[in-house]
């Protein structure tokens, strides 16, 4: 199975957003364990940068870092 993640996902699933953060979780891990090869748009990464501007740089690029270990861009 092939996904597109969407922008919004990743983001429950980064900042563990209430209400999101579970499925959001679910589709990541399926993507983590292999049941399904998850893609992330390129411009997506620079949507994220810049929803994550209230955090410092290092933490930003850290949920970067981890997303781009789990879904391809």
């Known amino acids: 199975m092939v996904l597109l993640i969407d922008t919004n996902v990743i983001m429950d699933y980064v ?41 410092e740089d290092s933490v930003r690029r850290s949920y970067l870092k981890r997303v781009c270990k789990i879904l391809e861009v």
């Not at 953060?21 to 891990?29: I, K, L, R, S």
């Not at 090869?37 to 994550?52: D, P, R």
């Open 15 to 55: 900042v563990e957003r209430n209400g999101f953060y579970e499925d959001a979780d679910n589709v990541m891990e399926l993507c983590i364990e292999g049941g399904a090869k998850g893609y992330v748009a390129f411009h997506s990464i620079a949507t994220m940068w810049y929803l994550l501007r209230d955090k």
